[in-house]
């Protein structure tokens, strides 16, 4: 392997887990608040069908 493309190479893989580690994040987040979300929804209706009946 010449020296150019191993230097490529290794900047290649550096971005990659590069935008793997600013991109983690935010899915982990997003996931987050839709479960949040989505449980603030059962409660809501829960209480709201429970204090019906």
């Given at each position: 392997m010449k020296y150019a493309e191993y230097v490529i190479a290794a900047y290649a893989i550096?971005?990659?887990f590069l935008a793997?580690?600013?991109?983690?994040?935010?899915?982990?987040?997003?996931k987050a608040i839709r479960a949040a979300k989505?449980?603030?929804?059962?409660?809501s209706s829960?209480?709201?069908?429970?204090?019906t009946s």
């Open positions: 550096f971005f990659l793997w580690d600013f991109l983690a994040p935010l899915i982990r987040i997003r989505l449980r603030s929804k059962r409660e829960r209480h709201t069908s429970s204090g």
